[in-house]
């Protein structure tokens, strides 16, 4: 059973191009998280994803950043026009439905550097 | 306050002794609490999870949680260098899916 995976592991933009994550959930998962991880820090919370719903985007910036976890395929963070302030690690995770759905599994990451 | 707070670290242990970390949360009503090690550049990794008051215990990690006093840690018994790494408390609060983390403790066991 393959693990969460993440494409790409790293990714390099310029200011103001535009940055695409991907994630696809562990195999029977129906729930994705996306977080933020700045060097030395936590890890921030952004959205909450099932299929083809956003339940949570509390931690997204409100201009800029989106999400979406399409019925087919896998999950999009996009960020539009990157800022140096970009530069993170970001992880998604998945859990599965029902009575484990608070477990989460993450994928290896993307880091991203803004240049 | 922070929602979940640990000392950032570094704790440092001995080869072979028991590592006690700890984490606080301030929601009285969380349900679920976990710990994820992450080691340096990796992503974090799920190793234990605890629901009810008590102990619980898989091979040498034993959670403890205590909901009366809003206090849930993490004891490694035969601490090992491999154990070096990050360890992430994070907490479910009550009736809802997202799960907030701590800045997580950085441990190292020294050979």
């Known amino acids: 059973n393959a693990g969460v995976m993440q494409n790409p592991r790293h990714l390099v933009r310029r200011r103001g191009q535009e940055a695409r994550l991907r994630c696809s959930p562990m195999?029977?998962?129906?729930?994705v998280y996306w977080y933020r991880q700045l060097p030395e820090e936590g890890l921030k919370f952004m959205v909450y994803?099932?299929?083809?719903?956003?339940?949570?985007e509390s931690g997204m910036p409100k201009e800029r950043f989106s999400a979406e976890f399409p019925k087919e395929g896998p999950s999009i963070l996009r960020i539009q026009q990157v800022v140096r302030g970009d530069s993170a690690a970001y992880f998604c995770?998945?859990?599965?439905?029902?009575?484990?759905?608070?477990?989460?599994?993450f994928g290896p990451g993307t880091r991203l550097t803004v240049t | 306050q922070k929602e979940v707070e640990q000392n950032s670290g570094p704790l440092s242990v001995p080869e072979g002794a028991i590592a006690s970390l700890n984490c606080t949360y301030s929601?009285?009503?969380?349900?679920?609490f976990f710990w994820y090690r992450q080691y340096s550049g990796k992503s974090p990794e799920l190793i234990m999870f605890?629901?009810?008051?008590g102990d619980k215990e898989d091979g040498r990690f034993t959670a403890q949680l205590n909901k009366a006093s809003q206090y849930v840690s993490l004891l490694i018994r035969d601490s090992q260098p491999s154990d070096s790494a990050t360890y992430l408390c994070?907490?479910?609060?009550?009736?809802?899916?997202?799960?907030?983390f701590g800045i997580g403790t950085k441990l190292q066991v020294i050979p």
């Open positions: 995770a998945s859990s599965p439905p029902g009575d484990r759905a608070y477990e989460q599994y």
């Open positions: 195999k029977g998962h129906s729930h």
């Open positions: 994803l099932q299929k083809e719903n956003i339940i949570d």
């Open positions: 929601d009285r009503g969380s349900q679920s």
């Open positions: 605890i629901y009810s008051n």
């Open positions: 994070a907490v479910r609060a009550g009736g809802y899916q997202k799960v907030t």
